[in-house]
Structure formats: C-alpha cells, structure tokens
C-alpha cells in the first residue's frame, strides 16, 4: 500500500521493523513472503527481498544517516524506543544486535498519561479521565485544555509529569537490569513518541 501511494512500483530491498520482543515469533514468517507483481489496485508491485531488524535499530541507521556518522563495530550504543504501550531497547555493537541484553517489555508513554489522567482526576473530584489522548495533545501543542469545565494548563500538566517519573523509573530500571553493566556502553540514543519523557 505505502509503495502503491508512492508510486514507487519494484525495490530491490524492503526494510521492515518489528518490536524487539516478536523478533523471534514473526521475522521469518515476513521474510518468507514474495511479493512479485502483487496487484494493488490495478498497479503491479514487486518486491526483491525482504530484511527485517528491530525497530529501535532503524533509528540507529536513521540517526546515522541524519547526522552522517558512520557506525562502526568498534562502538557500543543502548537505543531506547520508548512507544506508546511498549518499551523496546536494544545494545548494539555496530548495526549488530547483542540478544543477550536487548529487549522489550510492556509499558509506555500511555502509562505515563494514564498517571497524569488519574492525578487530574483526583484533583477536580472525579473517579475517571476518560480519553488520555487529550493529554498526548496538550504536551505536542503547548496548549490548554478544559476538564469538566476546569482549565487544565501547561505548568499543571508539567507538575503530574514531575510527579509522575516513578512510571518512567520503573520501566528504566527494569531495561537497566537486564542490559547489565553499562561500562561499555559508548552513547545512548533515545527515538520514539516518549524520548523526551525518558531523557532525563
């Protein structure tokens, strides 16, 4: 479909991501698909081979590529995919993946929200916040939003995001006991909807 709406027609290479944790269940299932003037809506598509790699290493080529740096096996990096309901981590020696140390596991920026929602809540009297993706929205804006009728502004929600940390530091301390000891680990990059939660 993405080719069709392109209008790119033959790749020679489709580069697919999967989560770090349904590597092993689904990559060589997609590998095994062929795509040989496969018709989309009346347009024939092909497709030479098909590569899949963990998601949080398409933003270490990504990141390569923006920056123009060369990765090389000589470095170790940890890549941090914070998403929306998981958290994806992968220590890689180059573009090479150590298994051992990288993972996924559930827990993401929703849960961060969802926090936020409760504090919200509990502030104005109410058992529930019902749709948190009105949260999403105001840290993406900037802006204020009203709940029942009470203004829910910037410095508010900057305040439950600081009380709401403990989310952040259990899902980090997990992804920290199971990459192990970080002594040789040369930089970390942090891609996803939930970098600039997990940063600090």
């Not at 890549?79 to 998981?86: A, C, H």
């Not at 920026?109 to 529930?128: D, M, P, R």
């Not at 993706?133 to 709940?147: L, N, S």
């Not at 508010?156 to 980090?172: A, P, W």
């Amino acid at each position: 479909g993405a080719m069709y709406y392109a209008g790119i027609t033959r790749v020679d290479f489709l580069t697919l991501g999967l989560p770090v944790h349904t590597m092993s269940k689904y990559a060589d299932e997609l590998k095994k698909i062929r795509f040989d003037n496969y018709e989309v809506n009346g347009q024939k598509i092909s497709v030479g081979k098909i590569i899949v790699i963990p998601q949080p290493v398409g933003s270490l080529a990504m990141f390569a590529a923006t920056n123009n740096t060369i990765i090389n096996n000589g470095e170790t990096r940890l890549i941090l995919d914070p998403g929306y309901v998981t958290t994806d981590w992968v220590v890689a020696q180059g573009y090479k993946m150590v298994n051992s140390r990288s993972g996924g596991r559930m827990g993401g920026v929703s849960n961060v929200y969802k926090n936020i929602a409760s504090l919200i809540a509990k502030k104005f009297g109410q058992e529930q916040f019902g749709k948190i993706e009105r949260i999403y929205q105001a840290f993406v804006t900037g802006k204020d939003f009203r709940y029942y009728g009470k203004v829910v502004d910037q410095t508010m929600l900057q305040k439950y995001l600081t009380q709401s940390s403990t989310v952040i530091e259990e899902i980090v301390s997990d992804i920290k006991a199971r990459v192990g000891d970080t002594e040789d680990i040369d930089a970390i990059l942090i891609a996803g909807g939930g970098a600039h939660f997990f940063a600090p």
